[in-house]
């Protein structure tokens, strides 16, 4: 108790305390105006703020380019997919969308975030990895659930978990192939290649077309292991290859870092500058528990935008990633805050020859 300012105001004049008593008292009415037109002077005003103002939920935004039908669950932008009378909601692509409470989040500004990606990224600085062949495909196996809303609007459902499986050619130059329990196989790519010549009379040398496209966005192996492994460089170059993507430049970049995490099969050093470099986007903030799509528990660095919080998952032990969450933070017409609309486990990646083709298990 703070008893020395106590005894200054004990001793405060009269008119010293004026101003203070002043401002107890209810603001007086606008000159010229009755009671109905300062009702709707206020009225106007605050629906004119609510306006301004951008909220969560369902409203449809500019989807971002994808590169692959290989993830759906990409906090950027809300989509919806009619379906037999079903939607899809992307709600995991909305910067800032969660039957959950989104707890342990600690406020924005603080160094606690920072510190503890720059352990995630020691972890991954020191894991062993093989060497990947161009000639070979990176096979990555999941379990994701995404949220689903009727087409006549509602809370949304979250269907079970199921096993996804994906194979990504690791120089861009054949089809990959995207396996998803209850679907039908989906080939991935598959632009005949090009044949080049470094020079007259040299042996021609396939490319593809996604090698001329690889970029933050549009990744293949190769471009992944050939990215900055300096922080500062690092999400200049996401910062740049993201421009456009969205309204906030900030979310851009954590979105892109988070696919990049969960999509590709990066080197340990850009892995880890990956994490350092998310270290240095402002509004990262820590979730003390969190839980994947298979139960595992964690501890997760979260960036919330417009109502949703993204949520990278991590073993509280060794650091390793374990998969994505995402959270309404805001109650609307999807759900109460809290609610989750989309969650993954990542549980193996591996080198293999062709695709289709199942390693022995790999946890990441």
């Not at 632009?191 to 009379?201: W, Y």
């Not at 999400?235 to 290859?241: D, M, P, T, V």
Request: proline share 9%; aromatic share 4%; hydrophobic share 35%.
């Amino acid at each position: 108790m703070n008893f020395t300012s106590r005894r200054r105001t004990h001793h405060r004049s009269e008119q010293t305390e004026r101003p203070g008593l002043t401002e107890l008292l209810p603001p007086p009415p606008v000159p010229g105006l009755g009671p109905d037109r300062e009702l709707l002077l206020k009225e106007t005003l605050l629906r004119k703020a609510a306006v301004a103002e951008p909220r969560g939920g369902l409203t449809p935004r500019a989807s971002r380019p994808r590169r692959r039908l290989v993830r759906v669950m990409v906090p950027a932008v809300a989509c919806a997919l009619a379906v037999g009378g079903i939607v899809v909601v992307n709600l995991a692509d909305t910067p800032g969308h969660g039957t959950t409470a989104v707890t342990g989040s600690r406020a924005p500004g603080t160094s606690e975030a920072a510190h503890l990606l720059d352990r995630i990224a020691l972890a991954a600085a020191g894991k062993k990895q093989p060497t990947v062949g161009a000639d070979q495909f990176v096979y990555i196996e999941s379990q994701v659930a995404y949220a689903g809303q009727s087409a006549g609007g509602g809370k949304v459902t979250m269907p079970p978990a199921h096993t996804r499986q994906v194979w990504l050619s690791v120089d861009g130059s054949r089809p990959g192939l995207l396996r998803e329990e209850g679907e039908p196989d989906s080939s991935l790519g598959g632009d005949a290649p090009v044949h080049d010549l470094d020079s007259r009379g040299a042996t021609p040398k396939p490319r593809n077309s996604h090698q001329e496209a690889a970029s933050i966005s549009d990744p293949t192996h190769q471009y992944v292991a050939s990215l900055p492994t300096d922080p500062d460089a690092l999400l200049r170059l996401i910062r740049a290859e993201t421009r456009g993507q969205g309204q906030d430049p900030d979310q851009r970049a954590f979105t892109a870092i988070g696919e990049l995490l969960a999509e590709t099969w990066a080197p340990p050093q850009v892995s880890a500058a990956l994490y350092k470099a998310a270290a240095k986007i402002p509004g990262v903030t820590v979730v003390d528990a969190a839980t994947d799509a298979t139960g595992r528990k964690g501890i997760a660095v979260a960036r919330t935008a417009h109502g949703q919080q993204t949520q990278w998952i991590f073993d509280r032990t060794t650091y390793a990633f374990l998969g994505e969450r995402t959270v309404l933070t805001e109650a609307g017409d999807a759900g109460p805050a809290g609610t989750v609309v989309g969650t993954s486990a990542v549980l193996t990646k591996a080198a293999v020859d062709r695709a289709g083709e199942t390693p022995a298990p790999t946890t990441t």
